[in-house]
């Protein structure tokens, strides 16, 4: 299993990013999918998580209405559009997959894309 | 669902045992409960699901127990690799779930 993020970096706060996570070594459709950040120096927040079929699709009260998150199968990718950032959106953004089609633990993550929230 | 960790650090030495806890603000279902390692540098590791089973390949010294809202890691013989942050996870059967805020075990 590979989770590979990009799209991260520094964007001034009301700005929008859009991260990518590009996804191999697991039959992609068959398994939930989430978002989850980090702030420097602090603990782990869930974000936001996908089905396997975009059927179910559940967001952190601190996102929502400011962050979509969706899925593309045939290209085994995932994707975060980040409007309205804000400072303390600064963190390191990780990709996993949980474990069951629409939700589970986690059992594979990636290494993180940086996203940086500075006037 | 409102994960609370303790304590927040351990302050211990290699060979000591290590047992962290985390309290659930309901009852957790189904016993969805996991944790979870991280070192400086790298991504959270699983180490724990179910609030019981072992992750393929952890060592047998991480143990997970509870039940209800209660729930405890054990690490029986520290080893100097173990000195990290550990978090629990509770999980669900729709893609939304809670983290707690870790307990860092130092030496």
């Known amino acids: 299993v590979q989770l590979v993020e990009s799209g991260g970096g520094l964007v001034r706060p009301g700005r929008s990013l859009r991260l990518s996570c590009a996804a191999s070594g697991f039959t992609f459709d068959d398994f939930a999918l989430h978002w989850v950040r980090q702030p420097p120096g602090k603990g782990l927040e869930w974000v936001a998580g996908?089905?396997?079929?975009?059927?179910?699709?559940y967001y952190a009260d601190s996102v929502k209405g400011r962050f979509t998150v969706s899925r593309d199968n045939g290209k085994n990718s995932l994707y975060l559009q980040m409007n309205s950032l804000k400072t303390e959106d600064t963190a390191l953004y990780y990709c996993?997959?949980?474990?069951?089609?629409?939700?589970?633990?986690?059992?594979?993550w990636g290494q993180g894309s940086l996203v940086t929230v500075t006037s | 669902m409102v994960l609370t960790q303790s304590p927040g650090t351990l302050s211990l030495s290699p060979g000591d045992k290590a047992t962290l806890s985390c309290r659930a603000s309901?009852?957790?279902?189904?016993?969805?409960l996991a944790w979870y390692q991280q070192r400086p540098g790298q991504p959270p590791r699983l180490l724990i699901y179910?609030?019981?089973t072992r992750a393929a390949g952890i060592p047998v010294r991480f143990s997970g127990s509870g039940s209800g809202r209660d729930f405890t890691l054990t690490i029986s013989r520290l080893e100097p690799e173990d000195f990290a942050v550990y978090y629990c996870h509770q999980y669900d059967t729709s893609p939304t779930c809670t983290f707690g805020h870790g307990t860092r075990v130092e030496i």
């Open positions: 996908i089905s396997w079929n975009s059927g179910s699709i």
């Open positions: 309901q009852s957790v279902p189904i016993n969805y």
């Open positions: 996993v997959k949980a474990q069951y089609s629409r939700g589970g633990y986690f059992h594979s």
């Open positions: 179910g609030a019981s």
